[in-house]
Structure formats: structure tokens, C-alpha cells
């Protein structure tokens, strides 16, 4: 499983809007000072946007959870929105590339390719689950659609 936490910023129907906490992903490691990776969280731990979960009633606004995924779904996650426009990207410019369409009809073969591949994994409506639990306490538990 691989967890983090999250601050509840505001509680609707059975959600919570929750935004990630400011730690580091990488915060334990004790060569955080040349690590490039402690330093893109540095970066983008103010841009950080806030999320809707499902869960228990019993939570409140500022309430701190803890939000986990299994690394099974992470991974599909993964290669739906990374690997299958570039696969289609590559697919399409090899298409069009045999089809004599010349360098042109290769690169918006590869732009249609990559396209096709971004709205083929919206199209698929899948969305990782994501079990929420209180960080003090586990009364509450949900699960993301």
C-alpha cells in the first residue's frame, strides 16, 4: 500500500475535499539537501490542488486523514495515462510513416496517435481506489468511486 496524508478542507454528500499535507514524499531520507527529488517537492508543494474522496460522516473540516492506494492500481493508473498515448503515438507515426505520408504525416500521425491514447484512458472512466481512514483513530473508513 502506499499512503500519505491529507488535510480536510471541506465536507459535502458523503465527500471530503481534501488537500495533501505539506511533508516531502521523500522526508526521511538524510541526504535531502542534494536529493533532485526532495527538491521537486520543494517546487510544486505549493501547487498542490485539492481532491474529493468518499467517507464517513464522522469527519469534519481540518480533520487530518490518511489516504492509501494499492501499488496494483497505482501501476494501471500509471500506464493508462503515460504508456498508452505513447505506445498509440508511436503505433500511428509508424502507420502513417508506411503509408509514405513523408515526415509530416508522420508527426501528426504520432499527435494524433498521442491524443487518441489521452482520450482512450478518460473514455475508460476507471479511477483508482483510494481507502480513506481518520489519522487518529480508524472508526472512519471509505473508499473513492
Known sequence: MIATSARVVSIGDGTARVEPSNESGCGGCKSR?????SGLGK???NHRNAIEVKCDTGIRAGDELQ????EGDLLKAGLLAYLLPCVLALVVAGIAAS???GDVGAVLGAGIGFVSGF???RLTGWVPRMTVQHKNENFSKGETP
Open 99 to 101: 503509408l509514405d505520408l
Open 33 to 37: 539537501g542534494s536529493c533532485g527529488v
Open 119 to 121: 482520450l482512450l484512458a
Open 43 to 45: 517546487y510544486f508543494s
Open 67 to 70: 489516504l492509501s492506494m494499492s
